[in-house]
């Protein structure tokens, strides 16, 4: 007997094409003109010549052509890598308990400032093909800039994949390569495609640095070089025609591969809730053979020593500070700003001895002029920690306003949201020369470096509150509509809570694009005569760099900006993200 | 023979303070052309002793067999149906009710012949490649249903399948069940559904097994002799259901007998 054919049941929604363009035209008016007035605008403000650039834009499209390959290089290793490690952490426990801290480290230390060593490895690992080693250096740093949260976007999703479904891929026999097939790889594609966007976005940025830092040893053709060159010489022409090509390459690509795989991948979603009884959870099992013991040991030890240096500093700071009557809420952040400052130059201190010591045993004394520089670490990493808080201050008072903005308004969204995507994934990077050539005069040296931060810092913030704002659930906008919520109540009661831990994941991210943008926004040489050079950690890397014996210096700034990112994620960033976790979610 | 057999079946799990015991001593059978309902108050582990049942999870004492054999890992002749409906939105329709027998590992031809005909079945007809997001909670789980059905088990398991629903799809779609169960053409040789509706365990099933509050155990085992369909509007239904009621408000301590006496049900 056949069931009578959809008698109650009704159809939500016919299944449309697979790839829709809304309005292309439009669409491509926009990007078209995009370039086109931003060189326009360029042309016009920096008094570069139409015929000028026109000569230099088949010189153009080649490199960018070199950069794009190295790009979608580092972008294949990083995908399979992306694969690899997250399926293996997110189906070994025991895998998982190393993997996913050492992830943690990886994606927060910034790779920026490991590029220097990177570069002497891989030329060095092939002597015999001359073209190859700085290649081969220059795409390992762009996958270092793509693949970690492409393999967090794998681990989670892996993770977060809903119970019932790992259950009937069990309960219907699905193994091997078909359960990777069905279930576990479109489980990932979502994320995925989510996070390419902003690992090309993160690697053109990269790829300027990458370029540039490796041009030092044997040149490298690419847009980077082509770019850096270009301003060195303060041939305005060539620079422009740069401009030009990369941004039309970046508008295609958007255009033609994000948009409509991100469209695509909305199918991947899972957002069937049903309401149901609630049954027994299992418990998490903690028991475990003896090398996932082992391995959950290997990882508490890594954090024990970071709080074993960091708690008695705060019980410390706690009883020396502690009033007599109990502290406002204000006064107990304020206590807790003060113990984290005073824990983070104690580890200041101890990096810059432990590599002076380490290098006094090996490789002898230190050069008097390196030492005193040594002697300047805490007082660098202070400048740059300084810095990147009011470039934070100033991203956020740009990024919030013009989240909502975006994301409430209909009109600024379908407007506003292409022009801001295609701004942000331009690599600011290429731009720095230009910082640094026109604008000193005008903000100066700090102010520069404080520019040059806030791009590397601002779009995290931005596209996280975006993000946070347009998933705040529709039913508690609705509550507060009908309880009559003024507008300046449903900002303070709804919005800013709601919008809490998109806060913070973006504040995260942002001081870890933060740290990376450093190491160039400290410290710039743009030709012979145009200098950028203010006291910070980034500096002091890059003079260790390139100056005759300064590896301990370098060293030791590394060590340094490595530990204090560490303790700050440990000490600020994590404590906070659990209590948005806890306090603000809604599900 | 029995086509399963669940003989003193125990499960607990490690708790942070010592072990949390779900269900003890629970033993029934399965019989063929059987239609068994499992209901119980929440957190009793109905779910839990369906996923043994099928071998999902491994009971801590006691064991379970199916035609004989000891059930150690997942069953293939055994196929579930589930409350969220567990289908896969970026697989179609068809590609969900397909699952199963890819895994099976049927010959392509074989596998669009057989998921035609259940899709035709459980009335999908025109809905092959439709994304699961685009049907309704009803048609959902006609999906869900075709995919079970689709590779043809001799027991098919039902975990709350109506609760998602709204109260007029989910009594449809019951219909539509017993429908399928009344045609010998059609797969299951036994159904067993777990649910904490007590009407529609009365309405479906031949035998409801009743279980106790945590840590469940049997608490009875009612028979419907009801001839199908069922009026449930009808004296003998409502005092079965006032029975099974009873037993699951009255009964339930970890250590109470089987059934007390019952007080006789009132005449509406």
Request: charged share 15%.
């Amino acid at each position: 007997m056949r069931l009578a054919a959809a008698g109650g049941a009704s159809v939500a929604e016919r299944p449309g094409p697979a790839l829709e363009f809304p309005s292309p035209a439009r669409t491509i008016a926009l990007y078209a003109a995009l370039p086109l007035v931003a060189s326009a605008v360029g042309l016009l403000a920096l008094g570069g010549t139409a015929v000028g650039v026109a000569r230099f834009l088949p010189l153009a499209v080649v490199d960018v052509s070199l950069s794009f390959l190295r790009m979608t290089a580092a972008y294949a290793a990083s995908l399979g890598f992306a694969l690899a490690y997250g399926y293996y952490a997110a189906t070994h426990r025991t895998g998982e308990r190393v993997m996913i801290p050492i992830l943690d480290v990886l994606q927060s230390v910034p790779i920026l400032g490991f590029f220097p060593v990177a570069i002497y490895f891989f030329v060095d690992l092939t002597p015999a093909v001359h073209w190859l080693g700085p290649n081969l250096a220059s795409v390992f740093l762009i996958f270092t800039s793509m693949a970690w949260n492409m393999v967090f976007g794998v681990y989670e999703s892996l993770k977060t994949l809903p119970a019932e479904l790992k259950e009937a891929s069990d309960a219907f026999g699905l193994k091997g390569g078909l359960r990777f097939r069905r279930v576990l790889f479109p489980a990932t594609v979502n994320r995925l495609v989510y996070n390419s966007v902003l690992s090309w976005t993160g690697g053109w940025f990269f790829l300027v640095e990458a370029e540039i830092f490796t041009t030092n040893t044997s040149p490298l053709a690419g847009i980077g070089s082509y770019l850096s060159f270009a301003a060195s010489t303060g041939n305005l022409d060539k620079f422009l025609a740069g401009v030009i090509v990369l941004a039309i390459v970046i508008a295609l690509l958007d255009f033609l591969l994000w948009r409509p795989l991100g469209r695509y991948a909305e199918r991947f979603r899972y957002d069937t809730s049903p309401s149901g009884e609630g049954e027994v959870v299992a418990p998490v099992r903690e028991t475990g053979g003896r090398f996932r013991r082992a391995a959950a040991y290997v990882t508490r030890g890594v954090r024990t020593s970071v709080s074993l240096i960091s708690t008695p500093l705060v019980q410390l700071a706690s009883i020396t500070v502690r009033p007599v009557r109990k502290p406002t809420e204000f006064q107990r952040s304020v206590f807790y700003y003060l113990a984290l400052g005073a824990i983070l130059v104690v580890v200041w201190l101890m990096m810059i001895a432990i590599t002076v010591s380490v290098f006094r045993i090996f490789t002898g004394p230190i050069s008097s002029s390196v030492r005193h520089q040594i002697l300047l670490l805490p007082l660098a990493m202070g400048a740059s920690t300084a810095r990147i808080a009011v470039a934070y201050l100033i991203c956020l008072a740009v990024a919030l306003p013009l989240a909502i903005l975006v994301a409430r308004g209909p009109r600024a969204s379908r407007v506003g949201l292409p022009i801001i995507e295609v701004v942000a994934s331009f690599p600011a990077t290429a731009l720095f020369p230009v910082i640094v050539f026109e604008l000193i005069p005008y903000i100066g040296p700090e102010g520069a470096a404080i520019l040059m931060l806030l791009t590397g810092m601002i779009w995290y913030l931005f596209f996280n509150l975006l993000a946070g704002v347009r998933s705040l659930a529709p039913d508690l906008e609705e509550a507060a509509r009908s309880f009559g919520l003024g507008r300046r109540q449903f900002f303070r009661r709804v919005l800013f809570p709601g919008l809490f831990p998109a806060l913070v994941t973006g504040s995260i991210t942002a001081f870890g694009g933060g740290w990376n943008t450093l190491i160039v926004a400290e410290y710039l040489n743009v030709g012979s005569v145009h200098t950028l050079s203010v006291l910070g950690i980034g500096q002091q890397i890059d003079i260790g760099y390139a100056e005759a014996g300064g590896l301990p210096l370098m060293v030791a700034a590394l060590f340094t900006l490595v530990a204090t990112v560490l303790v700050i994620n440990e000490l600020l960033w994590k404590p906070m993200y659990r209590r948005a976790a806890e306090r603000f979610r809604y599900d | 023979m029995a086509l399963i057999r669940v003989d003193d079946v125990g499960k607990s799990f490690p708790g942070r303070h010592g072990t949390i015991t779900i269900m003890q001593e629970i033993s029934f059978e399965v019989k063929d052309a059987d239609f068994l309902a499992i209901v119980g108050p929440s957190g009793c582990g109905k779910s839990t002793l369906l996923r043994l049942i099928q071998g999902l999870d491994r009971p801590t004492s006691g064991s379970i067999s199916f035609r004989g054999t000891p059930v150690t890992t997942v069953c293939p002749q055994m196929a579930m149906v589930f409350q969220s409906f567990a289908l896969y939105p970026w697989l179609t329709v068809a590609q969900n009710v397909a699952f199963g027998l890819e895994a099976l590992e049927w010959p392509k031809e074989k596998i669009d012949a057989q998921v035609e005909r259940y899709v035709s079945v459980t009335g999908l007809d025109g809905f092959q490649e439709a994304y699961p997001r685009e049907l309704s909670g009803g048609m959902r789980q006609r999906v869900g249903l075709a995919r079970a059905l689709a590779v043809e088990p001799a027991v098919l398991l039902m975990d709350e399948p109506f609760s998602a629903l709204d109260a007029l799809t989910a009594e449809s779609l019951r219909e539509e069940i017993l429908q399928l169960w009344g045609d010998p053409a059609l797969p299951p040789e036994a159904v067993v559904l777990v649910t904490h509706n007590i009407e529609e365990a009365i309405q479906l099933a031949d035998r409801v097994i009743v279980m106790s509050r945590r840590p469940s155990h049997v608490l009875e085992e009612v028979v419907v002799d009801l001839p199908r369909p069922r009026d449930r509007k009808s004296d003998a239904f409502y005092a079965l259901t006032d029975r099974v009621y009873s037993l699951i408000t009255e009964g339930g301590g970890p250590t109470a007998g089987p059934a007390e006496p019952k007080p006789s049900p009132p005449q509406v």
